[in-house]
């Protein structure tokens, strides 16, 4: 189906075609008319199937056929998990918005910048407001904005905002905003908490699913590797060295560790860098600016990079240390093969992650052929399980595994806010 067949303004269209959107993806070609026909809309999207526009498309065209006349008001607020990804749903709306006769004013609320700049920007007329919640609802305490005209609520990612705490933040900004508005739920899984979410804002919504499709994962060519821990970094320098890939996003499992290796590669000449919850928001927008541009061959990060980020042209996403769940899993390889692309992704697994690998090929529905490449052979014996002893990870989650993950989420919070 074409962009034509949606509804679009022609302005729209055109654009679309100048930033080679040819054809709309599966999940564009359901949502877009339904919001269109101004229906709640539940829909499970996995990231990289082109959601963002699924969503930014129908508002830009809605505020299109229905302009503000005279100051701005807030007509949309849509929350997301982390600064990035709302930085880049701001960006969409900026890109596409250019199609308006009358331009939308767009917002990004986030933390780790001037609360003062924010609101400052929001007076001056604002139409779109792209946030996280935490640092929204530090905007709405200071009382300096109205939502009384806010027509659209839009939940980006919303699985992963269940991790900060959101289910009260998100009481809070329901008292602050209008009952009567169109909801727009996009989550890559919907588990019993995050239906409690749903049911909080919308009673009557229609549930929209493109999982069939799974149009990224079959384009991305997956391998394991089994090497001695040890290994894994001149293992990786020896890929880097036969595959000559331009961009690679390298899965650490924590900051210290993306720190630790960044400045090893780096004195062996690489062009790398390590990206993680430390890292002022500055330091964070300009990493990835460096990497999208292509300054940057190697990327070291934790998991706090791998939902929702658009970076097209990623060779290879490697799995230094694998991710803690399947979703996880998913989630990190989509960054390679982008809308249209392919891509590789490699996991390095020793002894010790054999079972937590298997967990995520059962969890994943795959399959892979375990690969060893020559010099850097696992070796040693897997060692023996005795009865009683700690599971394997990711089975049952271990006293380390708990303080591990209270650790990420309050990691992941701070990012958020
Ligand atoms: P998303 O799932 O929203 O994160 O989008 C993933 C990537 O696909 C982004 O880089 C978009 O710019 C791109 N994209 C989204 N929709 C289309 C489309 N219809 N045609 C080409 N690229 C698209």
Known sequence: MPFSKLNLSNKLQMLLKKNNYHQPTAIQERVIPLVLEQKDIMAQAQTGSGKTASFVLPILEMLNQN?????RKIKVLILTPTRELTLQVAQSFRLFGEALASKPKVVSVIGGEGIGE????????????????????????????TLKHLEFLVLDEADKMLNLGFSEELDAILEAIPRKRQNLLFSATYPEKMLEIANKITQEVIRVSVKEDEPIVIRIEQRVIEVNPENRGSLLRYLLKKEKWKRVLVF???RRATDNIAQKFRKRGYIAESFHGDLSQDDRNYTIEEFKKRKIQILFSTDIISRGLHIEGIDCVINFDLPRSPA???????????????GVAISFIGHEEKGHFKLIEKRSQIKLKHEQIKGYELTGEAPKRVKGSAPIKGKKKSKKDKLREAKAKEEARNSGR
């Open 67 to 71: 302009p503000t006349e005279g100051k």
């Open 252 to 254: 650490m499992a924590n």
């Open 328 to 342: 996880d899993y998913i989630h990190r390889i989509g960054r390679t093969a982008r809308a249209g692309e392919s």
């Open 118 to 145: 924010q609101i400052y920007a929001i007076q001056k007329g604002c139409d779109v407001m792209v946030a996280t919640s935490g640092r929204f609802l530090d905007v709405l305490s200071k009382k300096q904005m």
